[in-house]
């Protein structure tokens, strides 16, 4: 992420390293290490020619200033969040599998903290408990709310759900961009072309009460934020190029 008022603190090697969670970058193996280095590089370099406005900008530094948030943004955005928000002190979840190593290396290399874990690789349970003593250590978590498998834009509750345990308010991030490629994936994936426009949009929520029906109330809101901040999207979008990913 760009620099900020909010130093980085990284999750590295944080925290009980038995459960698996929390695992240092050389924990991951070599060749999947070059490849993640290679793509962070490629995103700085094609981050740096995108023209980027904020809109909220208020909404982003004033949640940090205050302490550590739970980010929220949609699996689509997954990039320009990734490429426009270093050293603002965010971790993120990334998988056990052979997917999530690489996705840890490259947010690794990108200098973000990552979390290793799933609800469907260790248990829910675990991976809230491992995201909660992350927050608790000062540093902010970024969870894309309806990943990893989709449905596209249906908002899972872990994000309310790590609020509401962890008493730290939501962060509502949505990203456009033109031109861009969108991926014909589950997701359509957004991704900005070079010299882009880049629109980063932020809002925030306070974090809901303990209980099932506050979490669900919460995540209905999550999802209601997050269409706002679309705004002028399919606008934005008019220069979007679509492409197949295995045609």
Not at 39 to 45: E, S
Not at 160 to 165: E, R
Not at 175 to 200: G, I, M, T
């Amino acid at each position: 992420m760009q620099a900020g008022t909010i130093a980085f603190r990284s999750t590295w090697g944080a925290g009980p390293g038995r459960d698996g969670y929390l695992r240092p970058m050389s924990a991951i193996p070599a060749r999947t290490r070059r490849l993640a280095r290679l793509i962070a590089w490629a995103v700085r370099l094609l981050a740096a020619t995108w023209r980027v406005r904020r809109f909220g900008g208020r909404s982003l530094h004033g949640s940090l200033a205050r302490g550590p948030v739970v980010a929220a943004f949609f699996h689509e955005d997954m990039l320009p969040m990734v490429a426009l928000h270093r050293g603002l002190g965010f971790s993120g979840m990334a998988s056990k599998s052979e997917d999530g190593e690489l996705l840890a290396g490259v947010i690794s290399s990108l200098g973000y903290g990552t979390v290793r874990g799933s609800s469907s690789h260790g248990g829910v349970n675990a991976a809230l408990s491992a995201l909660r003593s992350t927050l608790a250590s000062g540093a902010s978590i970024a969870i894309a709310v309806d990943g990893p498998r989709g449905p596209r834009q249906v908002v899972q509750p872990g994000a309310a759900a790590l609020s509401a345990l962890s008493g730290r308010p939501i962060l509502l991030l949505r990203a456009h961009a033109r031109p861009a490629w969108r991926a014909k994936s589950w997701d359509r994936f957004l991704l900005p072309l070079p010299f882009a426009k880049v629109e980063l949009r932020y809002a925030t929520l306070d974090a809901p009460p303990p209980g099932r029906v506050a979490r669900a109330e919460a995540t209905r809101g999550i999802h209601s934020e997050l269409r706002a901040l679309a705004g002028d999207e399919h606008a934005l979008g008019a220069e979007s190029s679509d492409s197949a990913t295995g045609d």
